[in-house]
């Protein structure tokens, strides 16, 4: 068994291209420079946050409050750091980013300077070669009942099983998925709780990530399932991806409440445990 499917550019209308700003870090945070394109990440143009009209660290995510906190901070880093954090856009939708950055002392010891280099995750370099998709997996990829998905350390899609189509759109094959964020495929409220979990595991705070979830499909039917997410490592025990399995519990979900319409199943130990 063997794929060739064309892998779409969830981005079509833009470029690949690295976005550079520039901060001054002190009693205030002050942007001296922005890349023209900045306006393809986030919809604003240069002059609207030199201008100040439009102050970056407002853009970011809530539950990203503490990445923010980190890259505002005026402690100096002369290391390169990576981190991965989201935006609200002009247009109201979430924005999935990889920051890399760097800050160091100003001359006359007045403040912070910070350079911070952003990339769409999405549109980052995505590829499926055949030898790396093997007819097994292939296979189970195809027929599994469970959601099985694998995505890099930008929270972007690398795999995903056939069954996730059913509740993601837009996509018509499993392989669609690949390059995408859930905030592509996903209703926002629902990538929201998704991307927490998945922040735990490339934290490195635990080996497993776990939370009984909701889900919306394709025809509009709630539903829930019990969410597992695992790092992958490589060699040296870094965490490079991660790996996601998801089992439908929906009907034990309707099950329990029939029995007792009390019963909390979200906290139910026994539950969590399947």
């Known amino acids: 068994m063997s794929y060739t499917r064309q892998i779409r550019n969830s981005h079509p209308e833009q470029a690949l291209c690295d976005v550079e700003l520039h901060f001054t870090i002190d009693d205030s945070i002050v942007i001296t420079f922005a890349s023209n394109q900045i306006n393809q990440i986030c919809g604003y143009s240069a002059d609207d946050f030199l201008s100040g009209s439009i102050q970056f660290q407002e853009l970011i995510h809530p ?15 002369d290391n390169l750091i990576n981190i991965n954090f989201r935006i609200r856009k002009k247009n109201g939708r979430i924005q999935c980013l990889k920051g890399t950055y760097k800050k160091h002392q100003k001359k006359d010891c007045s403040g912070i300077i910070l350079k911070l280099l952003l990339q769409d995750a999405a ?4 590829t499926v070669e055949e030898s790396m998709v093997l007819a097994n997996f292939s296979a189970m990829m195809e027929v599994t ?5 694998f995505k890099d350390r930008n929270h972007v899609f ?3 099983s056939q069954t ?8 018509e094959h499993w392989t669609d998925l690949i390059g995408l964020t859930d905030y592509d495929v996903f209703p ?10 998945e922040k735990q595991i490339f934290s490195g705070e635990v080996s497993i990530a776990h939370e009984i979830q909701p889900t919306l499909d394709n025809k509009g039917k709630n539903g829930w399932v019990d969410n597992r997410k695992y790092p ?7 965490i490079i991806d991660l790996f996601g399995i998801a089992r439908d519990i929906t009907e034990r979900e309707e099950m329990l409440e029939n029995i007792n319409p009390s019963f909390d199943f979200k906290n139910n130990n026994s539950i969590k445990n399947i």
């Open 145 to 149: 009942d469970d959601y099985i998905y």
């Open 188 to 197: 926002e409220e629902y990538a929201d709780k998704y991307y927490s979990l």
């Open 63 to 77: 539950d990203d409050t503490e990445l923010s906190l980190a890259l505002f901070s005026q402690e100096v880093h």
């Open 232 to 238: 992958i490592k490589n060699n040296n025990g870094t």
């Open 164 to 171: 996730l189509v059913t509740l993601t759109d837009p996509s």
């Open 158 to 160: 690398t795999g995903a």
């Open 123 to 126: 549109s980052l370099k995505q």
